[in-house]
């Protein structure tokens, strides 16, 4: 079974940095993209960017380009998403999901991120 | 890059048949046969329901197929049931070579 599993919830100051995880099971995690996808409270999907673990090629979405950093560690199946000084709009759940093509699936839980002082 | 156009609620009685537009541009949707659809139900994760414009994933009910003409696509729900109430979220490949999502509609069943 294609399975992504992220890491769990987290609280965090403003400021703070923070490395979210997704790990890849039932499949060959080097030969498909993963995406990220943020979901603030009570709003849509966002789609922040994506990364081929195979090689660690890694598009962002201009929106997030230089907030976030994706990256990939092929040796244990697992993508990141890291924010080097977190602010309070960061408050979101955090999808990740492999990408077929052009299209996502499966995904993973998700993963809450709240920052609060 | 701007978020597709979707309707922020549409309704429908069982049994119904509804339909969902995701409106975007000759860049995104009307340039490549990449949209797909998602269903997401309340504190769950999106769910893929509709790839390649019009394929169904294996398990996912007939009752749901998808469409496009030009720079929208559509997602039609026939014979409506209560456990299709949830958000619904199309997305696109981009000439940008990123993908963009819609901007979610929700679907109640009155």
């Known amino acids: 079974e294609v399975q992504l599993v992220q890491s769990g919830a987290e609280v965090k100051k403003p400021g703070e940095s923070l490395k979210i995880s997704c790990k890849g099971s039932g499949y060959s995690f080097t030969s498909y993209w993963i995406g990220w996808v943020r979901q603030m409270p009570g709003k849509g999907l966002e789609w922040m960017g994506i990364i081929y673990p195979g090689d660690s090629d890694t598009r962002y979405s201009p929106s997030f380009q230089g907030q976030v950093t994706i990256s990939a560690d092929k040796s244990i199946s697992t993508a990141y998403l890291q924010w080097s000084s977190l602010k309070a709009s960061d408050t979101a759940m955090y999808y990740c999901?492999?990408?077929?093509?052009?299209?996502?699936?499966?995904w993973g839980q998700g993963t809450l991120v709240t920052v609060s002082s | 890059q701007s978020a597709l156009t979707q309707p922020a609620s549409v309704s429908g009685s069982p049994g119904q048949s509804i339909t969902i537009s995701c409106t975007g541009t000759?860049?995104?949707?009307?340039?490549?046969?990449?949209v797909s659809w998602y269903q997401q139900h309340p504190g769950k994760a999106p769910k893929l329901m509709i790839y390649e414009v019009s394929n169904r994933p294996s398990g996912v009910s007939n009752r749901f197929s998808g469409s496009k003409s030009g720079n929208t696509a559509s997602l039609t729900i026939s014979g409506l049931q209560a456990e299709d109430e949830a958000d619904y979220y199309c997305s696109s490949y981009t000439s940008s070579s990123t993908h963009v999502f819609g901007t979610g509609t929700k679907v109640t069943v009155l």
């Open positions: 000759s860049s995104d949707v009307g340039g490549y046969n990449y």
């Open positions: 999901a492999r990408l077929s093509r052009h299209w996502f699936d499966p």
